[in-house]
């Protein structure tokens, strides 16, 4: 039988998300009760992580899916991993970096402009943002989070990009020419095989919905609504705006609006459109609210994890005691975007030396289109300071980009690396996993540390996906909070 000490020990390893060494660990604890005392702190601020589990090759691990029991529960898969089923996509560091680039300039672009911004010239309707909900998706291959949905009376099933930085959900429809619609997986939605299948009229009040939803006013085409939406880049969809049956595991949802794109010009892989996440009325969200009571879950896999999910409804999340809430943010972003106060940020247990005003100034989104964590200028270089004080003991080599943090882990097989800690407002810290630490420089036994600072102290900061990997994030729209479960949510 293991003493209690050694019990507890094992405890924080096995909440360790990572395979741990534990021989020095049980050897040092025979050396008394001082000894034991340091390796608990150890364990505390720092992961004992293997090699391994952040370079490349990976493997997929498959795991039986254990989502919420909602019936609304899909599963997410990373489509640039091993468990994706389709052609496997490799990205490089440089490739992700400048689509994350576009993405944050876009969202940037996008933003409310704050009245004291303008010198209260303009009015609160002026300061509605130029293209809401059309943050940049990036080009072919580099959606990397999708869901399948149902759409249509009899059901068939679409692979959609789902995305928190937009609202419309659209996907391609027919009648559609060759040349107007991209190559896609399945077979193109067809509205006269489904049954359930409605056009919106250009004088419904819901037509009138699109200029919040995707910042361009509809059009009209004999009776029915048209919808164009651009996306940050060069590309966008245009078709009629539909009411049809969408399904979501094995609840269905009749009357849902959304895109039947005619027209559409693809940086969406082979992916059959995009299912809006956001905050306006045509958003899923809003859309479901009686149902669901704005309440949606994810937990986004690693690239190796295959049961990721994406759930909505009040019972996404079990308990309150293991999901930390933080409030919205009470600025004007929230109006637009997953806004939150990040008030902080540790490593190694040890709070950087920033004030909170340098987050506070721009502000902070939580998005799943944007890989990495986008931190102003200051903050970036603090952390990487700190950062890169605790890991002395690695070779540091070039960084990559805006990355200058970047080690090479030739020859070793495990690596004692600091922990670092986001704290949001209401005193909610959210531990990081080794994967939201580091990241991997495609083709090298090397890795570099996963954030990256903005160009400028008033662009906005942006929690990444990469950071939010295997945690339950909850977003309790109806609430106005955020919540962060912790890590191995899913995996
Ligand atoms: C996307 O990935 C495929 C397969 O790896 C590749 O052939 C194609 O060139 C990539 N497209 C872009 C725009 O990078
Ligand atoms: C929807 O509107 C389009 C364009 O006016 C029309 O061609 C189509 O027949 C309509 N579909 C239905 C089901 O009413
Ligand atoms: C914040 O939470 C940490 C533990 O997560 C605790 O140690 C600390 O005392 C708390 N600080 C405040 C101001 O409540």
Redesign the pocket.
């Known amino acids: 039988m293991a003493s209690p000490a050694i019990k507890s020990s094992f405890r924080y390893v096995l909440f360790t998300y990572f395979v741990v060494i534990l021989m020095p660990s049980l050897l040092m604890l025979n050396k008394g009760t001082h000894a034991s005392e340091e390796i608990l702190k150890a364990e505390k601020d720092f992961h004992l992580v293997e090699v391994s589990s952040i370079l490349p090759p990976l493997t997929c691990k498959s795991t039986a899916s254990r989502g919420p029991k909602e019936k609304s529960t899909l599963k997410i898969v990373h489509r640039s991993g091993p468990c994706y089923n389709g052609e496997s996509i490799r990205l490089t560091l440089s490739q992700i970096l400048s689509h994350d680039q576009a993405r944050v300039a876009s969202i940037q672009s996008s933003r409310p402009v704050s009245i004291a911004e303008t010198n209260g010239i303009r009015d609160r309707k002026t300061s509605i943002p130029n293209k809401p909900g059309s943050a940049y998706i990036g080009t072919d291959n580099f959606s990397n989070y999708v869901v399948t949905v149902g759409l249509g009376t009899p059901k068939k099933s679409y692979t959609l990009v789902f995305d928190t930085g937009s609202d419309l959900t659209w996907t391609q429809c027919q009648p559609c020419k060759k040349k107007i619609c991209y190559r896609q997986n399945d077979p193109i939605y067809d509205?006269?095989q489904s049954l359930s299948?409605?056009?919106v009229s250009c004088s419904s009040p819901q037509c009138s919905l699109l200029i919040a939803g995707t910042g361009y006013k509809p059009g009209c085409?004999?009776?029915?609504c048209?919808y164009s939406i651009q996306y940050g880049d060069e590309s966008y969809s245009v078709g009629?705006f539909?009411k049809e049956t969408l399904t979501l595991g094995s609840d269905s949802i009749p009357g849902f609006l959304f895109g039947c794109g005619q027209s559409n010009r693809g940086s969406f892989g082979k992916n059959d459109g995009l299912l809006g996440l956001g905050r306006s009325k045509i958003s899923l969200v809003s859309q479901t609210a009686k149902k669901y009571g704005e309440v949606f879950s994810y937990c986004l896999p690693t690239p190796y994890g295959s049961n990721g999910f994406l759930s909505f409804g009040k019972g996404v999340y079990s308990s309150s005691k293991t999901v930390k809430f933080t409030p919205f943010s009470a600025s004007e972003l929230s109006e637009y975007y997953y806004a939150v106060d990040l008030v902080s940020i540790s490593v190694g247990g040890k709070l950087l030396p920033i004030s909170f005003k340098v987050f506070q100034k721009a502000g902070t989104i939580v998005d799943s289109g944007t890989f990495f964590t986008w931190l102003p200028p200051a903050a970036y270089s603090a952390l990487s300071r700190a950062f890169r004080k605790q890991m002395t003991s690695y070779k540091q080599v070039p960084g990559v980009d805006v990355m200058d943090a970047c080690y090479d882990f030739t020859g070793l097989t495990s690596i004692k690396l600091p922990k670092i800690s986001f704290i949001f407002r209401g005193n909610v810290t959210v531990d990081l996993g080794a994967n939201g630490i580091l990241t991997p420089v495609s083709g090298q036994k090397q890795v570099c540390l996963a954030f990256a600072a903005n160009s400028d102290a008033s662009e906005l900061g942006i929690f990444g996906n990469v950071q939010q990997q295997t945690m339950q994030m909850v977003f309790d729209v109806a609430g106005r909070r955020l919540g962060f479960g912790p890590l191995g949510g899913c995996s």
């Open positions: 509205p006269l299948y409605s056009n085409t004999g009776s029915t048209v009629l539909a």
